[in-house]
């Protein structure tokens, strides 16, 4: 993917090693104890993490959507920037004011979007959680400076969450920046079907799978570049369930940290439709 992970410093001293120098490191610290590592820096880094404006793509079916987010300490806000391609017209642009609006003038919508936040942060940390303990792991080599290592459930392991079920069923591939022991790219897919209440209350099928690709913003910061959940089952009843999001982000820059919802939503009113011209090309490429 067009992610550059690893910093060129780092790259070339991987590469220009001898293969016993390449080598050396994946042998001084089992990989176990390096994803135990990556998965402190995840969580301890996110404590002090920036706030950053991007854009987002996301694709769903036949309509892609590419939307302009603020990240705030109440959660990220959003404005709709192109619809399948095309700048909004007047009538769309007035609707996304109306909908900023009305967000900034509700206590109700703005409870929901902390909640809504709060619950995503706290899914991802049960999430890292999980690394180190839910599986087993080897190296498989360097790549692009990064370390990759594939993974497999841990037998011995205890899911007692729908989503550890979930995850634990799961094998896959991981590559952490050698230099700073971050995690850049993580890539898994369901290796037997998942029941839930011994498939009374549903399951998901054999063969979903999931790719989440980051990127260094800053000294600090890493931000998701690449998300990937294609998943699909059967719920109670024989509802079907699925689960299919595709989402490229980019153009990373840097906000006022600390910001409040007014804040960043005052932020994104100040675009216009001669600021959707400037995007990352590689959104420009996609479409």
């Known amino acids: 993917m067009r992610v550059l992970w690893c910093g060129l410093g780092v790259l070339v001293l991987l590469l220009g090693a001898t293969r016993g120098e390449a080598e050396q490191p994946l042998a001084q610290m089992p990989a176990g104890q390096l994803v135990r590592e990556v998965v402190y820096n995840e969580v301890h880094d996110h404590d002090n993490h920036g706030y950053w404006r991007y854009w987002i793509e996301r694709r769903a079916q036949q309509q892609t959507r590419v939307e302009e987010q603020v990240e705030t300490v109440d959660g990220p806000v959003t404005r709709l920037a192109l619809n399948n391609g095309h700048t909004l017209d007047a009538a769309g642009r007035e609707q996304e004011r109306q909908r900023i609006n009305h967000l900034l003038s509700s206590p109700d919508e703005q409870a929901k979007l902390r909640q809504d936040y709060a619950g995503d942060e706290k899914r991802i940390g049960r999430i890292l ?72 209350l549903g399951r998901l099928y054999k063969g979903g799978w999931f790719r989440l690709d980051r990127t260094r913003a800053s000294a600090t910061d890493w931000k998701t570049a690449r998300l990937e959940v294609h998943m699909s089952g059967r719920a109670l009843l024989l509802k079907t369930i699925g689960r299919e999001t595709s989402e490229v982000r980019g153009g990373f820059v840097p906000v006022p940290a600390g910001m409040n919802l007014a804040q960043g939503l005052a932020l994104l009113q100040k675009s216009d439709t001669a600021n959707v011209g400037v995007m990352p090309t590689s959104f420009v490429a996609q479409r």
């Open 129 to 200: 959680a999980l690394l180190p303990d839910a599986f087993l792991y080897e190296y498989a080599g360097v790549e692009d400076g990064c370390f990759r290592l594939r993974f497999r459930p841990n037998p011995s392991y205890p899911a007692r969450s729908i989503e550890a079920h979930i995850f634990h069923a799961m094998s896959g591939e991981l590559w952490i920046d050698a230099r700073m022991k971050r995690l850049a790219r993580l890539e898994g897919r369901l290796g037997e079907n998942v029941d839930f209440g011994f498939g009374l």
